[in-house]
């Protein structure tokens, strides 16, 4: 593909995925995308055939990215505690550049959640049972005392990073934020969500 035709592909997908993250599967539009990434009809149907085809690839482009990349941190011999610190940077990372992510993926696991559960990237994630392997080793060492398993760990990172995006508009408007208080705000989370959760191991 020449660096015109991915540059182009890449406009297709930004504006796809600010116009599925706003609206939807069933809301979006075609047409909208179109306008959003300044091409004709006719060019975005030459890269995504169908809108079906554009909406799997805007899942890969973020859950499913998302997944991908936490998986690697599990990659050699991970301390825990840098590990957890490094996965919620990765989450709150990804939901600061793609704020309306959180909301689009509750939204499909409502309405059709087999277009989250029949990816085939989700079908080979296991960061539950990696987690279960870290926490043990960590137990035998004497670092942790929780009895928590992988799973439980990490609903409750994705609740504690993922909830204030899921919750902005109300946070914004009861502390009178603006867009830079906002950030502001989630960027702190970030260090008082490791703190929490290493202390809750700990202990």
């Known amino acids: 593909m020449t660096e015109l035709n991915q540059k182009t592909k890449a406009k297709i997908l930004s504006a796809a995925e600010t116009v599925f993250h706003e609206n939807g599967f069933k809301g979006a539009r075609t047409t909208l995308i179109a306008e959003r990434a300044k091409v004709s009809r006719t060019m975005l149907h030459y890269y995504y055939s169908t809108k079906e085809d554009l909406f799997h690839e805007v899942l890969l482009n973020s859950f499913g990215f998302f997944i991908q990349h936490a998986q690697k941190l599990f990659e050699g011999e991970p301390d825990l505690k840098n590990l957890i610190d490094r996965l919620i940077d990765l989450l709150a990372d990804a939901l600061h550049e793609k704020p309306g992510l959180a909301t689009f993926v509750v939204n499909i696991l409502n309405s059709s959640p087999e277009i989250i559960t029949g990816l085939q990237i989700v079908k080979d994630e296991h960061l539950p049972r990696l987690f279960d392997e870290l ?56 260090d008082i969500i490791k703190s929490f959760v290493w202390n809750g191991l700990k202990h």
């Open 135 to 190: 926490l043990e080793k960590a137990r035998q060492k004497g670092e942790i005392h929780s009895k928590i398993d992988g799973e439980n760990l990490l609903l409750n990172i994705y609740g504690m990073v993922a909830m204030p995006y899921l919750g902005a508009p109300l946070i914004k408007y009861k502390e009178n934020r603006d867009q830079e208080g906002m950030h502001a705000f989630l960027n702190n989370r970030k």
